[in-house]
């Protein structure tokens, strides 16, 4: 018996070697995505011309606002279109030649070049959540975010080997003024991270402030020639560009910088209900917004954006994984790429309140219609709970796991003379067993997608170490991976610099919560 248990032991310690081996922290970060699989493509020539034609009929007729912005009113006027008050409609065509000029595929840098991404093509690049004011955890529950919150989603982010971008606005941090918060975020993304991120676009002199640091950061010639930021521009859908949005807009588009052109839908509430209808708006949003970015700009980097979801009748709530909401995502994915741009769209999206079944469905789903319909760039991959108010550690881990499923997913099936596996079969013949022979034991490392997260073990051994659910496992390696964590070495002049422009903005002017 004890020779029994001695076997057992022994057994048992190599099994966890290899797993404490898989569950080690690496500060790797994978590649950003190149897909080698198809695009879903849900519409047809007739459907893509018609809706086409329809966005160009709405820029004509009805046009769109620019509200609160002599400047940009002007800038219409100078290129031909027919402005009356704050209304704009723009000649048919026009839109769709002035977005000629902006390049379909461009580098952003990191800080760390091994961390550069390519937006556009057949790559897709992961970020993380994007606007919560609220975060939750198993511990604490659901609260108002503060700034120690946002640093450790940021630790987070750079720890996760699937996500390739820091990202912007993880969680607001309600602790710190409105007006001064954006400084000390940027700070955030610029010394716990190497990997790209965000700027600020709650107004044009906090989109100022992002260039400017990043002039510290990366040099200011470097900023005025290569892309260091891209960041979230929104419609007011339905056909409102507000001031607030097209100053950031201008000061990024003017400074090189990129920008997202993204509508914001709710099918239903922002946008007719039917698909066709809700497609044909945003494609006049974003020829609209991308045709300015290079009014501003000839040549600017901008991203076709959609930000789409519908909406319960019952509630009024906004719903999330639907089968509406990826007919549309499909469908932009397709008008991005005749004409020609990088396309952002989907994320972790749910509407559940934890992350739960309903936020595993509903975000299983957002996840894989956005790699199947051509996403580029893909804002909130981790981290979404209830409709985006929420930003939640558990389900930030869980998903930045899952992302690795989508990198697995998006190489494709190879059939070089390795995965054919002929002398694999020769091997083990007719009644045999895979398990060890020569093939099995060069590829088992690299053949499959490995979970960090999931629990795969014997019910025995799962029951005996705490019979612990998902949420238990992500609370546990959330912890683990903040433990861990490194800061990443800056140079100190820099980092001096930084800090010094923050603190003197800051006392530049008084604190403000509103």
């Given at each position: 018996m004890a020779e029994a248990d001695t076997r057992r032991r022994?057994?048992?310690?190599?099994?966890?070697?290899?797993?404490?081996?898989?569950?080690?922290?690496?500060f790797e970060t994978a590649r950003y995505i190149e897909r080698n699989i198809p695009n879903f493509e849900v519409l047809n020539e007739e459907a893509l011309e018609i809706i086409e034609h329809n966005a160009e009929t709405i820029l004509e007729e009805i046009g769109v606002n620019f509200v609160?912005?002599?400047?940009?009113?002007?800038?219409?006027?100078?290129?031909?279109?027919?402005?009356?008050?704050?209304?704009?409609?723009?000649?048919?065509?026009?839109?769709?030649?002035?977005?000629?000029?902006?390049p379909s595929q461009f580098t952003q840098h990191a800080r760390n070049p091994a961390r550069n991404v390519e937006i556009g093509g057949r790559n897709l690049v992961l970020a993380p959540v994007y606007g919560p004011p609220f975060v939750h955890d198993a511990k604490g529950g659901r609260r108002y975010a503060t700034l120690a919150?946002?640093?450790?989603?940021?630790?987070?982010?750079?720890?996760?080997?699937?996500?390739?971008?820091?990202?912007?606005?993880?969680?607001?941090?309600?602790?710190?003024?409105?007006?001064?918060?954006?400084?000390?975020?940027?700070?955030?993304?610029?010394?716990?991270?190497?990997?790209?991120?965000?700027?600020?676009?709650?107004?044009?002199?906090?989109?100022?402030?992002?260039?400017d640091m990043c002039g510290i950061l990366f040099g200011k010639d470097f900023?005025?020639?290569?892309?260091?930021?891209?960041?979230?521009?929104?419609?007011?859908?339905?056909l409102t560009f507000?001031?607030?949005?097209?100053?950031?807009?201008?000061?990024?588009?003017?400074?090189?910088?990129?920008?997202?052109?993204?509508?914001?839908?709710?099918?239903?509430?922002?946008?007719?209900?039917?698909?066709?209808?809700?497609?044909?708006?945003?494609?006049?949003?974003?020829?609209?917004?991308i045709a300015y970015s290079q009014l501003i700009r000839k040549g600017a980097p901008?991203?076709?954006?959609?930000?789409?979801?519908?909406?319960?009748?019952?509630?009024?709530?906004?719903?999330?994984?639907?089968?509406?909401?990826?007919?549309?995502?499909?469908g932009a994915g397709q008008l991005a790429r005749r004409l020609g741009l990088p396309f952002r769209s989907a994320g972790s999206f749910c509407g559940s309140k934890l992350p739960d079944a309903q936020a595993a469905y509903e975000t299983a789903n957002s996840l894989n219609m956005g790699l199947l319909s051509g996403v580029?760039?893909?804002?909130?991959?981790?981290?979404?709970?209830?409709?985006?108010?929420?930003?939640?550690?558990?389900k930030f881990v869980m998903d930045a796991d899952q992302l690795g499923a989508l990198h697995h997913l998006a190489r494709g099936v190879e059939v070089d003379a390795n995965a054919q596996a002929m002398d694999a079969i020769r091997e083990v013949g007719p009644?045999?067993?895979?398990?060890?022979?020569?093939?099995?034991?060069?590829?088992?490392?690299?053949?499959?997608?490995?979970?960090?997260?999931?629990?795969?073990?014997?019910?025995?051994?799962?029951?005996?170490?705490?019979?612990?659910?998902?949420?238990?496992?992500?609370?546990?390696?959330?912890e683990k991976l903040l433990a861990e964590y490194q800061q990443p070495a800056m140079d100190p002049a820099i980092n001096e610099a930084l800090n010094a422009y923050v603190a003197q903005k800051k006392a530049s002017e008084p604190d403000s919560f509103m």
């Open positions: 022994a057994r048992g310690g190599g099994g966890a070697a290899r797993r404490a081996e898989r569950g080690a922290v690496s609160n912005n002599p400047g940009a009113l002007q800038r219409w006027r100078d290129a031909g279109a027919d402005v009356q008050g704050e209304r704009v409609r723009i000649p048919r065509g026009l839109a769709r030649n002035l977005c000629k000029t902006a919150d946002f640093q450790k989603f940021v630790k987070l982010g750079y720890m996760s080997k699937w996500l390739h971008h820091s990202g912007g606005t993880v969680c607001e941090p309600t602790d710190v003024p409105v007006n001064k918060r954006h400084l000390d975020m940027l700070l955030a993304h610029m010394q716990l991270s190497d990997k790209p991120f965000m700027g600020s676009v709650t107004e044009a002199s906090r989109a100022q402030d992002s260039v900023v005025q020639e290569n892309t260091v930021m891209t960041s979230l521009i929104n419609i007011n859908s339905p507000d001031d607030v949005m097209m100053g950031a807009l201008e000061v990024y588009a003017a400074n090189n910088q990129a920008a997202i052109i993204s509508p914001f839908i709710v099918g239903g509430a922002m946008a007719p209900v039917s698909v066709a209808g809700t497609l044909t708006q945003v494609l006049a949003e974003v020829l609209a917004g901008v991203i076709f954006g959609a930000f789409v979801t519908s909406i319960d009748m019952n509630s009024g709530a906004p719903t999330f994984g639907t089968p509406e909401a990826s007919h549309i995502t499909y580029n760039f893909m804002l909130h991959a981790c981290g979404w709970l209830e409709g985006g108010l929420v930003a939640s550690f558990e009644g045999g067993h895979y398990l060890g022979c020569a093939h099995t034991q060069a590829n088992f490392k690299n053949a499959f997608w490995k979970s960090d997260l999931l629990d795969y073990k014997p019910f025995e051994t799962w029951s005996e170490e705490g019979a612990r659910d998902t949420m238990a496992l992500a609370s546990a390696r959330v």
